[in-house]
């Protein structure tokens, strides 16, 4: 059983910048970040592969995002930047503790998740 543990979420106004962390206590395949805002369904908003990295972004966040992770300290990140008011969310951490396919559109693939850590953007 892997535990992962976000941190970092916050209130912020339009235009400003956070940094989200997901620390995970074992070995992790795949690392996602998702996101669930008021009234909406769960979205992907990006993913890296602990190996190779090769991060994805939603088209959504892509512009906007950085994922990273820091395998040594078991640690991922999410950079948001020019945060909107429609950022605000919920977001999530999610793993892969086993090699595989890993797809934000397929949030089946992620065994573990986090409680999650409020984001909300005032304009």
């Known amino acids: 059983q892997v535990q992962l543990v976000e941190s970092g979420g916050g209130s912020v106004q339009a235009g400003g910048s956070l940094r989200l962390s997901c620390a995970a206590s074992?070995?992790?395949?795949?690392m996602g970040w998702f996101r669930q805002a008021p009234g909406k369904e769960r979205e992907g908003v990006a993913r890296?592969?602990?190996?190779?990295?090769?991060?994805y972004y939603a088209d959504s966040v892509k512009d906007r995002v950085t994922i990273s992770r820091d395998n040594r300290a078991n640690v991922m990140y999410l950079q948001i930047f020019s945060l909107k008011p429609e950022d605000t969310a919920m977001y999530y951490c999610?793993?892969?503790?086993?090699?595989?396919?890993?797809?934000?559109?397929?949030?089946?693939?992620?065994?573990?998740w986090g409680q999650g850590t409020q984001v909300t953007v005032s304009s």
């Open positions: 999610a793993a892969m503790g086993y090699a595989g396919y890993c797809s934000l559109s397929s949030e089946t693939g992620f065994r573990y």
């Open positions: 074992g070995y992790t395949y795949c």
């Open positions: 890296i592969y602990s190996g190779s990295g090769n991060p």
